[in-house]
């Protein structure tokens, strides 16, 4: 099996001076589990749920 046929085709990008609450918000409603990170047209890096998950605040219990 070849990438092609496992990879996402319309990949949701956020721009790298988002705020982390942004991206969360992006993850929940794109319904994905990771963002590229782009600067203009410039893809530099990509964050994760898990990544958001560790930067946000834990809700109180």
């Known amino acids: 099996m070849i990438v092609q046929k496992r990879m996402q085709h ?6 790298k001076e988002e705020s982390v ?14 963002l590229l990170v782009v ?3 410039k893809l530099v890096g990509i964050v ?7 930067a ?3 809700p109180a219990t």
């Open 21 to 34: 609450t942004t991206a969360a918000r992006l993850l929940e409603e794109k319904n994905v589990r990771s």
């Open 10 to 15: 319309n990949p949701v990008t956020i721009g």
């Open 39 to 41: 600067d203009g047209r």
């Open 56 to 58: 946000l605040p834990s």
């Open 48 to 54: 994760t749920s898990g990544d958001i998950r560790q």
